[in-house]
C-alpha cells in the first residue's frame, strides 16, 4: 500500500468502489483510507505513541529554538542596556552580529536531550488517556473535557523531564550567561544552588503548563472538527489547528511563563532592584517580584516572541507526530497483510 502523505485533499478518503458488472459477485469494498486513520489512535502501540511523539518533540524545540532564544532575553524584566529589543527580527539580528552566527542555539543540546523522553511520555500518555476518558465520558465520541483533561495529566510527566533542561537552556540562553557549556552550567547550579534549583519553578511550570496544555488540546481538537470532521490524515489540517491552538494558548498563559523564566534564570540585577537577596522561590514570589520591577505590562513581557514562538512549533509537533503515526501504523497494517 502506498503511503500518501500530500497536503489537503491527497490524504482524502477515496470514493467507494463503483457497482459490480451484472453478473458478477461484488467485490467487498476496502477499507476508505480516511477510515483506518481514524481507527490508528486505537489500534496504535505505545511504542508508536512514544517514538511519533519524541520525534515530534525535538522537531518543535529545535526548529524554532533561536526565537525561544530572543524570548527568554525579552521576558528579562532589568535587561542590560546591550540586550533591549524592539522586535524578535531586531533581536535575532543584533545576537548574530554583536555575539555570532551560533549564539541563538545555545543550549539547543540540553533540550533536544530532554525533549525526546518528555514528549514521547506526553504523547502516549495524552493518547491512552484521551481514549479511556472519551469512552467513559463520550461513549466512544470526542470529548472536550477529556481532551483537557488527557493533556493536563500528561503535562505531569512531560514537565517531571523537561524541568532541569529549561533551567539549563534558560540559563545559557541570557545575555552574557558566565556559563561555557551545558555540563558546566549543571555542574556549577548543582554546587552552589542544589539539586532543588533545577525543580524551582516546578510548580510554576505547572500552573502555567496545565491551563497551557487544556486550552491547547480543547482548541487543537475543535479545530480538528471544523475542517477536518472525518479525522483522516490531512497535513493541512494539523498544521492550522496546531497553529492556531499554539498561538491562543501561548497569548493565555504568557504572565506564567514570565514568572517562570524569572525563578529559572534568577536575574541579579533584578533580584537586588527590589532588595532581594538569596534566592527566589516559589510562585506567589514570583509574581509579587514581576510586578514590582514591571507592573501589569511586564507579565507580558516578550508575548510576541512566545507566540511567534508557539505557532509554528506547536504545528510541527502536531504535523510531525501525526505523519509518524500514520507512517509508523500503516507499516504495521501492511506487514500484517502482507503475511
Not at 519524541?54 to 532564544?69: L, R
Not at 501589569?296 to 503515526?325: C, D, H, L, N
Amino acid at each position: 500500500m502506498e503511503l500518501s502523505c500530500g497536503v489537503g485533499g491527497s490524504a482524502a478518503a477515496p470514493p467507494g468502489p463503483g457497482p459490480p458488472h451484472p453478473g458478477t459477485a461484488a467485490a467487498p469494498a476496502p477499507p476508505m483510507e480516511g477510515e483506518e486513520y481514524e481507527s490508528l489512535p486505537s489500534g496504535a502501540s505505545l511504542g508508536t505513541h512514544m517514538m511519533a511523539g519524541a520525534v515530534a518533540g525535538i522537531m518543535e524545540h529545535t526548529v524554532m529554538y533561536p526565537v525561544d532564544s530572543v524570548k527568554t532575553r525579552m521576558q528579562s524584566l532589568q535587561p542590560d542596556p546591550k540586550a533591549q529589543y524592539r522586535s524578535v527580527y531586531e533581536a535575532l539580528k543584533k545576537i548574530v552580529l554583536t555575539e555570532g552566527f551560533w549564539r541563538p542555539l545555545r543550549g539547543i543540546n540540553v533540550t533536544m536531550l530532554g525533549a525526546g523522553p518528555a514528549h514521547a511520555m506526553y504523547f502516549a500518555c495524552y493518547e491512552k488517556m484521551k481514549k479511556s476518558l472519551s469512552d467513559t465520558l463520550q461513549h466512544g465520541g470526542n470529548s472536550h473535557l477529556a481532551n483537557g483533561i488527557a493533556g493536563s495529566v500528561a503535562t505531569l510527566l512531560h514537565d517531571a523531564v523537561m524541568n532541569p533542561a529549561e533551567v539549563v537552556k534558560q540559563r545559557m540562553q541570557m545575555f552574557n550567561s558566565p556559563y561555557k557549556s551545558v555540563l558546566a552550567c549543571i555542574r556549577t547550579v548543582q554546587k552552589t544552588e542544589g539539586f532543588g534549583a533545577f525543580y524551582r519553578s516546578y510548580t510554576t511550570q505547572l500552573t502555567m503548563n496545565v491551563p497551557f496544555q487544556a486550552i491547547h488540546f480543547i482548541t487543537y481538537e475543535f479545530m480538528q472538527e471544523q475542517i477536518n470532521p472525518h479525522r483522516e490524515y490531512n497535513p493541512r489540517s494539523h498544521i492550522v489547528s496546531g497553529a492556531i491552538a499554539g498561538a491562543v494558548a501561548a497569548a493565555a498563559t504568557t504572565p506564567l511563563d514570565v514568572c517562570k523564566t524569572l525563578l529559572n534564570t534568577q536575574e541579579n540585577m533584578a533580584l537586588s532592584s527590589v532588595n532581594i537577596s538569596g534566592h527566589l522561590s516559589g510562585m506567589v514570589n514570583a509574581f509579587k517580584t514581576v510586578y514590582q520591577l514591571g507592573g501589569i505590562s511586564g507579565y507580558f513581557r516578550g508575548v510576541q516572541a512566545r507566540v511567534i514562538y508557539q505557532m509554528p512549533s506547536t504545528a510541527i509537533a502536531w504535523s510531525v507526530y501525526e505523519f509518524f503515526k500514520y507512517f509508523l501504523t500503516k507499516r504495521k497494517l501492511e506487514k500484517r497483510t502482507s503475511l
